[in-house]
């Protein structure tokens, strides 16, 4: 089966696409296992460990990242550059992810049969 990418490329908070995209990400899972997770540009705040989102009145969903395990999604690549413009180039996860070069992005992209962007 061809592999499904998922692209995160906005901001957690700010608006409803990161909490669509995980439960999109979560939901197919039950179907596939050939799921790959991008997190680009303003996407790669969505991983963030430390958040408190409630302090805006805001719903905790970063937390349920952790449940991607459990559902054996395991290609998680983080944008290199993206985190390096934000100045995040050391900040923690809460999930593994390997983080990468946009051109490992692209060729990884490039293996996927759809793409969905949130």
């Known amino acids: 089966m061809k592999k499904l990418g998922f692209v995160f490329s906005s901001a ?5 696409s990161g909490r669509e995209g995980l439960d999109a990400v979560l939901a197919t899972s039950n179907y596939s ?13 969505q991983l963030l460990s430390e958040q408190q989102p409630t302090e805006i009145l805001c719903r905790d969903y970063i937390s349920t990242f952790k449940m991607l395990s459990l559902c ?3 290609d998680i690549y983080v944008c290199e550059t993206s985190l ?3 100045g995040l180039s050391h900040a ?13 992005i692209s060729q990884r992209l490039a293996q996927c ?3 969905l962007q949130f």
Request: charged fraction near 25%.
């Open 84 to 86: 390096s413009e934000r």
């Open 92 to 104: 923690s996860f809460v999930i593994n992810v390997d983080i990468v070069s946009p051109d490992v």
């Open 72 to 74: 054996d999604v395991e």
């Open 113 to 115: 049969a759809k793409v």
């Open 33 to 45: 296992e050939d799921l790959v997770l991008f997190f680009v540009g303003d996407g790669v705040m």
């Open 12 to 16: 957690p908070h700010g608006s409803a």
